[in-house]
């Protein structure tokens, strides 16, 4: 606008320049007086010195007018909730016009900007509500999203947008994958940290890589129990089915009229499959257990009362052994649980000490309660259990040393079962080292007053 202002006034000048000659020349040839022709030059050069000095201000007010909008310009640029403010224009005027077309980038991009920061709020609200971990990677490998899950399993406690991937996640197969081009999964041990399947996909309109996290470590560890499992319960039934197949096939050829082995074997058979049912009985109770179909009638039991009637059921083996069992519960202690359930626990935890434990060895029954919990203690001063097996000695079939517990005549089911009865009632077992020897097995359960 500046250059076309320069060039109009130019152009008038140009134009008064040749309107002085022309009047000049017309008073030559008019045969005006020497005086009279300087009068004309005067004026005609008055004239033009009057529009040049006018135009020259006018320009210097244009360049004024756009340097003010250029700075309030610069503003807008830098925070989009400024405005140009309109100058004292009449509508129309280029100036004006420019100013408020301005205005208007300015309105658009500060509408833009609140959108994106609205986005961008949604999107990290559903990143960090996900459970799994979500990292987003810039061309460069440098994190620009990591959500709280990812945080979890890369064990950090910052947010740290800008760093390099691989100061976090030092996996080379992971790498591999951000480096390709195609969407693709792996299996990964996280140092320090969960078996994680990371999934890697492209980004969407950019450069750059997504990876999706999963902590797999649960489905893998309940992957291994479930083939534990079924390797184990088929041992446990082929050994007694096996046995009572032979005497039977035995007795069968004839040995029923031996005086001698027929007894031994119809024994055989009788013990086998008593080993059997109880089985079948003890995977049928976890069945109940775990489909919720094993109804609890929750109420307040007394501790010590439930405790002397489980010994009823242990005190023959326990004589047989020449095991002392000592009961060292207050009255009174009362906790809320299903007096059956409570029953069987109790019944299993003893049995299995008294049959764990050493030859006229000792069973202790202790009773410690705080204010909302009771926490009952078994324990023994057999053999223990190592610290490899204590977190396995619940899993159904999990035997610390089988030999001893097929000895024992033990289904390797009992701890499975009171874990379960135990959770079932809002407790919660274990198992600790006793010293100096032995094994503590714990039973935790809501105090009712």
Request: proline share 4%; hydrophobic share 45%; charged share 25%.
């Amino acid at each position: 606008m500046i250059q076309r202002v320069r060039s109009r006034l130019l152009l008038l000048a140009i134009v008064l320049a040749a309107g002085a000659g022309l009047i000049v020349g017309f008073a030559e040839r008019q045969h005006v007086a020497l005086g009279e022709k300087g009068e004309i030059a005067m004026i005609a050069l008055a004239v033009f010195v009057i529009v040049l000095v006018s135009g020259l201000v006018t320009l210097q007010l244009a360049r004024r007018s756009v340097r003010d909008l250029a700075d309030q310009t610069r503003n807008v640029v830098r925070d989009t909730s400024r405005r140009v403010p309109l100058l004292d224009a009449t509508r129309g005027d280029e100036v004006r016009e420019l100013g408020e077309w301005v205005n208007f980038l300015a309105e658009d991009a500060d509408r833009s900007h609140t959108a994106l920061a609205r986005e961008r709020v949604l999107l990290s609200s559903v990143a960090e509500g996900l459970t799994q971990g979500v990292i987003a990677v810039d061309g460069d490998h440098k994190i620009e999203l990591l959500n709280d899950a990812a945080r979890k399993m890369l064990g950090v406690s910052s947010t740290p947008v800008g760093e390099p991937l691989i100061e976090f996640v030092r996996v080379p197969a992971v790498f591999e994958l951000v480096d390709g081009n195609e969407a693709a999964t792996v299996e990964v041990q996280l140092p320090n940290g969960p078996r994680t399947l990371i999934r890697v996909a492209n980004r969407w309109g950019g450069d750059g890589r997504v990876l999706l996290l999963e902590d797999v470590t649960t489905v893998r560890r309940l992957e291994t129990v479930r083939r534990d499992f079924v390797a184990n319960v088929s041992h446990e039934l082929r050994t007694p089915v096996a046995v009572i197949r032979a005497n039977a096939e035995t007795l069968l050829a004839g040995a029923k009229d031996d005086p001698v082995m027929g007894p031994k074997l119809i024994d055989g058979l009788h013990r086998n499959a008593e080993r059997l049912a109880r089985i079948l009985a003890d995977l049928l109770d976890l069945s109940r257990l775990d489909a919720g179909q094993y109804r609890m009638d929750l109420s307040k039991v007394e501790v010590k009362a439930i405790t002397e009637q489980s010994l009823t059921a242990v005190e023959p083996q326990a004589t047989a052994r020449g095991v002392t069992i000592d009961v060292q519960i207050p009255e009174g202690v009362m906790v809320k649980a299903d007096p059956k359930a409570l029953d069987q626990i109790f019944v299993n935890l003893i049995d299995n000490a008294v049959k764990y434990t050493k030859a006229k060895g000792h069973v202790w029954v202790q009773a410690h309660a705080d204010d909302t919990h009771v926490r009952i203690d078994v324990r023994d001063d057999g053999p223990g259990i190592a610290e490899k097996h204590r977190g396995r000695v619940f899993e159904r079939f999990y035997r610390a040393d089988p030999s001893r517990s097929r000895e024992a005549g033990g289904t390797g089911l009992g701890l499975s079962i009171v874990k379960h009865l135990a959770e079932s009632m809002g407790g919660a077992v274990g198992v600790e080292p006793n010293t100096p020897n032995g094994s503590i097995f714990w039973l935790k359960l809501p105090r009712s007053m």
